[in-house]
């Protein structure tokens, strides 16, 4: 079991520019996340899925769209990247069965800058 | 609005030592909580975890420690070593509006143990 994926592992962007980041996983878990992280800032959470064709919007999620069409992966896109969105970014899935959705299992992470 | 309060924001302590970090919540449906570590470029991974019907969980060297009157969950890390030089994220969970499981985060504690 390769757990949650992450790709890619870096990237560079210029201001303006987009791109998806990919989150994979093989747990069969019905939950989905993305997470940004930031100094002093914690996990904040982004957007959240609690099934195959389903998203929902957590606390921070503007300038930011997901989709879900797959069980297994969660996109996270970027359509006009801006500095602030300079982050380390996290994926994590979890089971829906009642307290089993309690652990998170998390990816390890993409970094991202945007000059 | 933090819901789940977690102090001090950095924490160095002597091989040997027992760093402990507290958390503090107000919404009394939360039924979980959890700790997570995270070592440098790694995502957090589930450390230890105790539901309030129990004022005290240990695994190996980890504690945590319950006051559900005080609404208080606190880590303790008996004889620390180098290797647990960590951030260390309290998060508490309970049922949102839509019958889903959802997590609150702490804002992090990163913990240096010194050889």
């Known amino acids: 079991n390769a757990g949650v994926t992450q790709t890619p592992k870096f990237r560079v962007l210029k201001t303006g520019q987009s791109m998806t980041l990919l989150c994979a996983q093989d747990m069969n878990h019905e939950y989905m996340y993305w997470y940004r992280q930031d100094p002093g800032m914690g996990l904040r959470l982004i957007h959240y899925s609690v099934g195959e064709g389903t998203t929902a919007k957590g606390e921070v999620p503007d300038g930011y769209n997901v989709s879900r069409l797959k069980k297994q992966n969660f996109l996270l896109g970027l359509e006009s990247a801006a500095p602030s969105q300079t982050s380390v970014y996290f994926c994590a899935s979890s089971s829906d069965r009642d307290r089993d959705a309690d652990t998170q299992y998390f990816g390890p992470g993409t970094r991202l800058t945007v000059l | 609005q933090q819901q789940v309060k977690q102090s001090p924001q950095s924490l160095i302590v002597q091989k040997g030592g027992i760093p402990i970090i507290n958390c503090a919540y107000e919404?009394?449906?939360?039924?979980?909580f959890p700790w997570y570590q995270q070592f440098p470029g790694k995502g957090p991974a589930l450390l230890i975890a105790i539901r309030p019907d129990v004022s005290e969980k240990k695994e190996g060297r980890f504690t945590i420690s319950f006051n559900k009157s005080a609404k208080q969950f606190s880590l303790h890390i008996m004889d620390s070593q180098p290797g647990d030089s960590a951030t260390y994220f309290c998060?508490?969970?309970?049922?949102?509006?839509?019958?889903?499981?959802?997590?609150?985060w702490g804002l992090g504690t990163s913990l240096a143990v010194n050889p």
């Open positions: 919404n009394t449906a939360f039924d979980y």
């Open positions: 998060a508490a969970s309970s049922y949102n509006a839509g019958n889903n499981r959802k997590l609150i």
